[in-house]
RNA sequence: GGGCGGUUAGCUCAGUUGGUUAGAGCGCCUGCCUUACAAGCAGGAUGUCGGGGGUUCAAGUCCCUCACCGCCCA
């Protein structure tokens, strides 16, 4: 395709086909398709955002510089790395778009800006995944050994791990995708590896036997944040236990009967004098016939229960803690399957449930279960199963996390991370302050591998970078690397900087560490943003991310939170195939206020639409008027803010270009500070205010008055124009296509302008610019038109129908009615007679305010219906000036108001008499 | 049990440090296919801002209390 040059571009014929748009810049990319200037009547988003979106993909738009003599402000952020095997939905597309608008408009100021994508091996959700796809062959991971296994999980990751990106692609979200990782890398890899060892050489990475949640399903440890609590109905049991040598029992209550065979103590409060004199003896435990011993404990609650609790050190974290105290033994009686161990006596073998009824039965049998009274418990159940979790002694690896979670607090405290919004700072806090240490193995397949090796014949653990063959205690060459993998989250806490090339010194770390900022769920808050923090300032020696963005949910038109579960999950990608990934942005932007969750509904997808084909139309009718007027595509050269063209025969711009540029230049102040503040639903309002609410409803009609055939590229063009493109790029980082599909038309080659309009500057705001005359003027005009449309409409006249008009006008409304007859004229379907000053008295269909009063030529016989609604409005005035005058005559009042509400309210009261005046007048006028 | 958030128009939600007659989108009603847009245009109706109490000249906004809903933690 031949390159064009600006005079002899087709298009602009009545052929109307031409190729605007296509250009080499420095040699790496045109638009690779033909543009045509005509645009289809309906807005098909699918016809072109692929297009744009393969462009962008293969572009280098979104790769940021690391060189340290580039002095442009750095942005960063790295995404939250979605599951490698998953796709795409709601949440991400919510989060996305939040970042993405960040990002656009950060580069759009010139910064140098990164946002680093990639995926999470999921460790868990994936073995699961994969394990459920082996099953359908009737294959099991441990039929097929380790090594297969893994091979097969990297087998599927190959096949479907790239889904997620490949859709982050197609929406057009502008990801340096040079710099993609994966956590399962070769680079994060070696950065796991480095964090472990240091953290283990320094004391904070430790193995040993505690409680911990063990999920009987998938056969594994999980921290704390992997278990779910849930309330249930259940029951309290009660029951006796004989004290030795004695009539006496005690009675014990519990919520898991089953857990009774592992006991090996009863404890009571050393200041319930109920039970003091039992203390020193020992009760024989039913069923098991295991002499155990009463002891003196601060956990046995007076108020709870009986007073008395049974401990069953293996299998209660309380409990687990009381035997450390005391030097209590242990018995593992619930195994890994959570059966009834060995240790189980007669109940060994039996389901934790089915042994429950079997215990109860038989201390019923002995008359040893006193009563069960109704109680709801909170059980553990795990997040990923949903299997209840089984309390347990095991032996695993656990990171200390005290050292770590205070140094996160305080450097949250000093504000070197923010939270936005605030309150998630205490949330942060409550949590860090009541950190346990964090179990980090899994027994799992798929993962980093712990790197550990045992000593057969020392029983030591070597530790190290490279892979030892010796034990670095005895020196024994018998040694084999510990089976477990980490925990997920124990590389998703490094990616904010593994990902940019640590442990190595490289120039991507010192330029994008720490990120500017995070956006993530609440739901990953203690997961991920917790954990980031403690290894950002452990490994990196700063916090990983300045700010901490948080956004809400994403609920279906039910407000139902969405899950796959529950069946009501809306894929993004037919979302967009009907509405548009435009659309589909700014209906979760318009929605997406800080701290509120985001209801998603076809009825506000369908309006986004309607903005989008709004933009399209409007689009379209410049264009088709640019033909008739023989203007060929031109854009304003790039500067921050713009003043309008003048009107060479006057030297003066027209009303209408100084009221837009100033509206322009007022919302692009309102834009950049709501961007920078997250405020995205005002982002996406304001948008749609300006463009819809001004620009088209008010300025396009305005100048539609000034187009002429032939006129060429006069000031009103240059104006508009420039209007417009401005508009595209306030609009661009929510949505980014079709903003980009409109600018390249009226992009032309050599005009100096860059490749595309993510690349363009955000525009700015400039006090010099603001024109408050103009804006006066205009909202005078908006008020004339306003007051005859209502009045026609209470009269019941046809809107098409011309009507003779007679306005009387003072002041600005005078000028304003005078100069931009024309205007009012079209735009209130009126032919009107404009007389200066104030009116006499008139008979027939008035509309009076202290500005002007209008008659409209209609019969007498229309007027009662305005009569109604002029005397409903006089009732509202004269509530409000009552208000008004009883807050102004109070001296003391008045004197405790600050200035300038005084002065307010007083020019309020008189627009308020004035008004009622005029209507007074009206009334007389109507009552014909 | 501890904590957090919410309750504003029929629906979903905005509402900045207390200060104009409380707003938007959708829906609804009326009239228009006015040649950019019926995915549109013009006009319109609808709110004791959850209940009660308090502070203040002034409360949707601050305080107390109650009710209901939701979430987090144990």
């Keep these: 395709m031949a390159l064009l040059r600006g005079g002899d571009q087709p298009g602009w014929g009545p052929e109307g086909r031409g190729s605007i748009g296509c250009h080499h810049a420095h040699g790496i990319l045109k638009v690779p398709f033909q543009i045509p200037m005509q645009l289809e009547k309906v807005y098909e988003p699918q016809q072109f955002e692929p297009r744009w979106a393969e462009w962008w993909r293969n572009s280098t738009f979104f790769q940021p510089s690391n060189q340290p003599a580039d002095a442009r402000p750095v942005f960063s952020l790295v995404i939250p790395p979605p599951n490698v095997t998953g796709s795409l939905h709601m949440g991400h597309m919510l989060e ?19 946002w680093l994508p990639g995926t999470d091996h999921a460790g868990i959700a994936t073995q699961m995944v994969v394990e459920r796809e082996l099953a359908k062959e009737g294959i099991t991971r441990q039929s097929l050994g380790r090594e297969a296994f893994e091979a097969k999980v990297w087998e599927y990751k190959e096949l479907h791990g790239g889904t997620i990106l490949r859709q982050m692609a197609r929406i057009g979200e502008s990801v340096d995708w040079s710099r993609t990782r994966f956590t399962l890398d070769e680079g994060l890899s070696r950065a796991v590896r480095t964090v472990f060892v240091n953290l283990y050489r320094k004391g904070l990475i430790y193995r040993g036997p505690y409680m911990v949640n063990w999920d009987p399903k998938l056969q594994t440890a999980l921290s704390d944040l992997e278990v779910v609590h849930e309330k249930v109905d259940s029951k309290l049991w009660h029951f006796r236990y004989p004290v030795k040598d004695s009539e006496e029992y005690v009675v014990v209550a519990t919520t898991r009967p089953e857990t009774m065979l592992g006991d090996t103590a009863v404890a009571i409060n050393p200041r319930d004098p109920r039970y003091l004199h039992l203390h020193g003896k020992s009760v024989l435990l039913p069923l098991m016939q295991r002499e155990i011993p009463i002891i003196l404990d601060e956990m046995a609650d007076p108020e709870f229960g009986t007073g008395c609790v049974k401990i069953t050190p293996a299998h209660d974290p309380n409990d687990f803690e009381a035997a450390m105290r005391h030097n209590l033994p ?35 049998a002995q008359g040893l279960l006193e009563r069960a009274e109704p109680y709801e418990l909170s059980v553990g159940k795990s997040q990923r199963t949903g299997v209840v979790v089984e309390p347990m002694v095991s032996t695993q690896w656990f990171v200390r996390t005290r050292t770590l979670a205070d140094k996160s607090i305080e450097a949250v405290e000093q504000g070197r991370t923010v939270f936005v919004p605030d309150n998630w700072t205490k949330i942060y806090y409550d949590w860090m302050r009541n950190i346990r240490d964090w179990c980090i193995s899994r027994q799992l397949w798929w993962g980093h591998r712990i790197p550990a090796w045992h000593c057969h014949d020392c029983h030591g653990i070597t530790v190290a970078m490279e892979d030892p063959t010796r034990c670095e205690h005895c020196g024994s060459v018998n040694i084999a690397q510990d089976t477990d993998v980490l925990d997920t989250w124990f590389s998703s806490a490094l990616w904010p900087f ?42 990196m020696g700063d916090v990983p991310f300045r700010t901490v963005y948080i956004h809400g949910l994403v609920r279906d038109a039910e407000r139902q939170k969405m899950s796959k579960t529950k069946g009501n999950t809306v894929d993004p990608l037919e979302i967009i195939d009907q509405y548009g990934t435009d659309a589909c942005r700014l209906t979760l932007l318009l929605g997406a206020a800080p701290g509120t969750d985001i209801v998603l509904t076809d009825e506000r997808l369908a309006s986004s639409r309607a903005f989008a084909n709004k933009i399209w139309n409007a689009a379209r009718f410049l264009f088709l008027n640019m033909e008739r007027a023989g203007v060929e595509p031109w854009m304003p050269e790039e500067r921050a803010f713009y003043v309008p063209h003048v009107d060479p025969a006057t030297g003066e711009a027209p009303l209408e270009d100084r009221w837009i540029f100033s509206r322009l230049n007022h919302y692009a102040g309102v834009l950049n500070k709501a961007i920078d503040s997250y405020r ?19 300025y396009v009609e305005l100048k539609k008055l000034r187009f002429q055939e032939n ?14 493109e401005c508009s595209l790029r306030l609009l661009h980082p929510v949505m980014p296509f079709i903003t980009e599909e409109l600018w390249q038309r009226l992009r032309r080659e050599g005009d100096g302008r860059a490749e595309s309009i993510c690349l363009t500057r955000y525009p700015e705001a400039d006090p010099s610019v603001q024109d408050a005359r103009a804006e006066a003027e205009i909202e005078t005009l908006q008020n004339l038109i306003g007051a005859v449309r209502n009045l026609r409409a209470d009269l019941g006249q046809d809107p098409k129908k011309k009507i003779e008009a007679v306005i009387y006008a003072r002041g600005t409304a005078a000028r304003v009615a005078q100069s931009q007859l024309e205007a009012l004229n079209r735009l209130a379907t009126i032919d009107a007679t404009v007389h200066e000053g104030s009116a006499p008295a008139l008979k027939g269909a008035v509309k009076s305010s202290p500005d002007f009063d209008i008659l409209l030529q209609v019969p007498a016989a229309e007027l009662e219906a305005q009569r109604q609604r002029v005397l409903k409005d006089q009732a509202q005035l004269e509530k ?7 807050q102004l005559s109070n001296e003391a009042v008045v004197s405790k108001m600050p200035a300038h509400v005084v002065d307010n309210l007083r020019a309020k009261l008189q627009e308020y008499e004035e008004k009622h005046q005029k209507n007074q007048e009206a009334l007389t006028a109507l009552a014909v």
Excluded at 333 to 346: K, P, T
Aim: proline share 1%; glycine share 8%.
């Design 330 to 364: 242990l018995i593992r009686v619930i195994d890994e399957h959570a059966r009834i161990s060995g240790e189980g006596g007669v109940y060994a073998g039996l389901d934790r449930y089915e042994a429950r009824e079997r215990v109860l039965a038989d201390l019923e």
């Design 498 to 539: 593994s990902t940019l090339g640590w442990p190595e010194e490289t120039e991507d770390l010192k330029k994008f560490y720490p990120n500017t900022l995070l956006i993530t769920g609440f739901d990953i808050l203690f997961f991920w943003v917790a954990r980031m923090m403690m290894m950002g300032i452990e490994c």
């Design 680 to 698: 995205y639903h005002e982002v996406a309002q304001q948008l749609w205010a300006f463009f819809w609410g001004d620009f088209c409803d008010w």
């Design 880 to 886: 409000v000036i009552a208000n008004s005058q009883r």
């Design 711 to 724: 006129s060429g590229l006069d000031h009103h063009w240059k104006n508009i124009l420039t209007v417009f």
């Design 96 to 114: 996305h778009s939040e970042i993405d608008v960040t990002t656009r408009w950060h580069r759009m100021k010139g910064h140098n800006t990164l």
